[in-house]
């Protein structure tokens, strides 16, 4: 009986986490089957990459002999549900598995004819840093190994700072290079020498929006969304309202406002008046700084990361950083009383909204105990 293991996923990049994936599913299974997907139902947007530029990097990369390349999917086209790849690939002479991320363990049961695909094979869940292990039973095996913390759409985020080094091969960065793929954040980037922005605040930028993206993935918010508000967020940060009025923006009163936070509301101005972004984007970076009563996800991720993304560090932030992991309410409102406790000791100014808001995350997290 053959130990086989089913790997899919869109792969639009395949990255060095893929890779080191499908190495040490080769040390462990006798056959590995990577299936890119042709269209995920997770993924109905579509592809940055056409199906065929996918399988060309997949190609690009060096795999053990047990790995096979599988276009089962991508030749049947249409969208690809589980189902259909393991009725497929299922044989009386293969024992198979299908790896799965540890954390869309907890969503199986949504998962199309899900009773019908745990009789046919086991689940093998890899753990991710920073996600727990997901919902344990019969039907799921866990990996002895642990997947690296790199996802696509931070290599999409990477290739809009030029810091796609590291994150995937050589090859495969190539590919993307000649094709010109994934460039969806660069109109944005390429505005930050502009508007002025050092090479110090640029470095948080992306520091804040890789935070994001992993904030976004746990929280089952649109990376996307989340991706332009973080890479706009500090975009007002040298900005004035005359300065902003001479490229044409029209820039909201601030003058309720310390300077330290007037860029929060300028960047939103330039979000919907330079790049026409949507509302729910623009009040995230609006609220990014002194929060607001009516959050969304969004608005709290936004806020969030700017807060504990990698570089910041100050007394409490690690302690967010925590809680953040585990309830966006909980850290808001720690990351709110950090905020009021430092300004109060500085002698500085708290803007009542930021009060109210610490206020109301307070009342919601004692009524929720």
Not at 67 to 86: F, H, M, P, Q, R
Not at 205 to 225: C, H, P, Q
Not at 339 to 351: N, S
Request: glycine share 6%; hydrophobic share 40%; with cysteine.
């Amino acid at each position: 009986m053959v130990r086989a293991v089913i790997y899919g996923g869109s792969f639009d990049p395949i990255h060095r986490g893929h890779e080191a994936i499908i190495n040490n599913l080769a040390a462990r299974f006798d056959e590995v089957i990577v299936v890119p997907t042709s269209v995920s139902p997770f993924k109905q947007g579509g592809s940055a990459a056409t199906s065929q530029q996918r399988w060309q990097m997949l190609c690009a990369c060096d795999f053990p002999p047990n790995v096979w390349l599988s276009d089962y999917e991508i030749n049947k086209a249409g969208c690809s549900y589980s189902i259909d790849t393991v009725r497929h690939f299922a044989s009386k002479d293969r024992e198979l598995y299908f790896a799965i991320g540890s954390e869309g363990a907890r969503s199986l049961n949504k998962w199309r004819n899900a009773d019908e695909l745990k009789r046919l094979c086991k689940f093998y869940a890899i753990k991710r840093p920073g996600y727990d292990g997901g919902d344990h039973c019969a039907e799921i095996v866990m990996a002895d190994f642990c997947g690296e913390d790199v996802s696509s759409s931070e290599v999409k985020l990477a290739i809009a700072f030029d810091r796609m080094q590291g994150l995937v091969n050589e090859r495969v960065a190539k590919i993307i290079k000649e094709n010109d793929l994934y460039n969806d954040y660069k109109r944005f980037t390429a505005a930050f020498k502009t508007f002025g922005l050092s090479d110090k605040r640029i470095n948080h930028t992306y520091n804040a929006a890789g935070e994001g993206i992993k904030l976004a993935k746990r929280y089952d918010v649109d990376i996307k969304s989340v991706i332009i508000a973080l890479i706009l967020h500090d975009i007002g940060k040298n900005m004035t309202a005359e300065s902003l009025k001479n490229m044409g923006i029209s820039a909201p009163d601030c003058s309720h406002l310390p300077m330290e936070v007037r860029h929060a509301e300028y960047g939103a101005a330039i979000a919907e008046q330079m790049y026409n972004q949507p509302k729910e984007i623009c009040d995230a970076i609006r609220t990014h700084t002194v929060c607001g009563m009516d959050m969304t996800p969004l608005a709290e991720i936004v806020a969030l990361a700017d807060y504990i993304e990698p570089s910041r560090c100050f007394d409490g932030v690690d302690e967010v950083r925590k809680a953040a992991c585990e309830d966006l309410s909980l850290a808001i409102q720690m990351m709110l009383k950090n905020t009021i406790d430092y300004l109060q000791q500085q002698g500085k100014y708290v803007v009542p909204i930021t009060k109210q808001v610490y206020d109301l995350y307070t009342k919601k997290i004692n009524k929720e105990e």
